[in-house]
């Protein structure tokens, strides 16, 4: 088992530029959650999806950020434009019918 | 809503010392609680759950927690810790399967030789 698998690892970006992160969730898991870590924050979840469809997107911070489910195997969190208070580690993980979540390990962003 | 709160932020202790990292959480429904540990560049490592049943739980590595419904705990204990424990221990709670899980702001451990 491969388990959650995101990319890039290590994102670097001017201000203002579009950023794209991936996440490939665990084969056969039906939900799947994007968390946000900060050292003032620390983890946020942003936003989750059960069987591709969002259910709750109350924590993504702005308009400028968006996310995506297409299928079973492929996510996407897209921020447009992206700021330096965007800079964080990002996570994905994933679950099935179960309340502990398999995280991936990470896409650390630095927007400068 | 559901809420996590760890006491401590840091923890030092001495290599083969024991360790305690306490949890408190806040529900209006039952709870599933569990404990995740991330090492440095690294995602969050399930550490053990509890779901139901016996309110010891047993974890990887040789770390437990103790569910107490009363006190509304669930602190993370391990009898002899390694410099390897060095890490983040975060406690969670989640209302029910599929719900997303709600994060402490963790706790730093570090073991020193």
């Known amino acids: 088992d491969a388990g959650v698998i995101q990319s890039p690892r290590h994102e670097v970006t001017e201000m203002g530029q579009e950023v794209t992160l991936r996440c490939k969730p665990i084969?056969?898991?039906?939900?799947l959650f994007w968390y946000r870590q900060t050292m003032m924050r620390g983890l946020e979840l942003l936003i989750y999806?059960?069987?591709?469809?969002?259910?709750?997107d109350s924590g993504m911070p702005e308009d400028r950020f968006s996310a995506k489910m297409p299928n079973a195997s492929f996510s996407t969190l897209k921020i447009q434009p992206s700021e330096p208070r965007d800079s964080a580690v990002y996570f994905c993980?994933?679950?099935?019918?179960?309340?502990?979540?398999?995280f991936g390990q990470g896409t650390r962003l630095t927007v400068v | 809503a559901q809420s996590v709160t760890q006491l401590d932020s840091q923890v030092p202790v001495f290599e083969e010392a024991p360790v305690e990292l306490r949890c408190n959480y806040s529900?209006?429904?039952?709870?599933?609680l569990f404990w995740y540990v991330q090492y440095p560049n690294q995602g969050l490592q399930l550490l053990l759950k509890?779901?139901?049943?016996?309110?010891l739980v047993k974890g990887i590595n040789g770390f437990e927690a103790e569910f107490n419904k009363s006190q509304t705990s669930f602190h993370l204990r391990k009898p002899s810790v390694h410099i390897s424990d060095t890490a983040e221990y975060f406690c969670?709670?989640?209302?029910?399967?599929?719900?997303?899980?709600?994060f402490g702001k963790g706790t730093r451990l570090s073991v020193i030789a």
């Open positions: 993980a994933s679950s099935f019918s179960r309340p502990e979540a398999f």
């Open positions: 084969s056969g898991h039906n939900s």
């Open positions: 999806f059960n069987n591709n469809v969002p259910i709750d």
């Open positions: 529900s209006s429904v039952s709870v599933y």
């Open positions: 509890y779901l139901s049943g016996s309110t």
């Open positions: 969670a709670v989640s209302g029910s399967g599929n719900t997303p899980l709600v």
